[in-house]
């Protein structure tokens, strides 16, 4: 099964790129996705959860919180308004019918995601797509069957359900932000 697919070109994500090198204070903020998780893949990443679960719904413990919900854009939305035009073609681009999460994730230079998948209500509910923001040659989104050296502007689809991984070997930070939309399925 072919585990990603290019679907766009020619966004201009410049803008967000600015946005947030401007604002590194973001990252970071929410830590619920590392916590209670020691051998967590995603410990070497900041995170800024753009939309997700409402916050007040964490009291009800991690387990609850990443089962069915609705998403809501979260108070750090405001700061980087970037994100919604981006969010929104993409959502015409592939017929979107619901927007779940949101996230934007920083790699460091060496950084890396060692290979695992994504399980839970939401991984599974929602497909994919990576839109990379700031992405120098060496920055590598891997996959079974090949790698994403992604560039600015284009945007893919990927499927979270088979092992993938990052290694940033470039001298810049890694930015990506995933977006997840319920496309329409007749089954
Ligand atoms: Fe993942």
Not at 61 to 84: C, K
Not at 88 to 106: F, N, S, Y
Not at 124 to 136: G, L, S
């Amino acid at each position: 099964m072919q585990n990603f697919l290019k679907i766009a070109d020619g966004l201009n994500v410049l803008p967000l790129q600015l946005a947030l090198v401007r604002q590194p204070e973001l990252f970071g903020r929410r830590s619920a996705r590392k916590d209670g998780y020691a051998d967590s893949p995603h410990l070497a990443m900041s995170d800024i959860w753009v939309r997700y679960n409402h916050p007040d719904n964490l009291a009800k413990g991690m387990e609850a919180f990443n089962s069915e919900h609705d998403s809501v854009w979260y108070p750090e939305a405001a700061y980087i308004p970037e994100v919604r035009p981006i969010v929104m073609h993409l959502m015409a681009l592939v017929g979107g019918e619901r927007l779940g999460g949101v996230l934007i994730t920083k790699i460091p230079p060496g950084g890396t995601i060692a290979p695992h998948v994504d399980r839970g209500w939401h991984a599974e509910y929602y497909e994919k797509f990576y839109v990379p923001i700031q992405n120098d040659p060496g920055a590598v989104f891997g996959f079974e069957d090949g790698v994403i050296e992604g560039r600015p502007g284009e945007a893919y689809w990927f499927y979270n359900g088979r092992p993938h991984w990052v290694e940033n070997n470039s001298a810049r930070d890694r930015i990506a932000m995933i977006v997840c939309i319920r496309t329409h399925k007749e089954n």
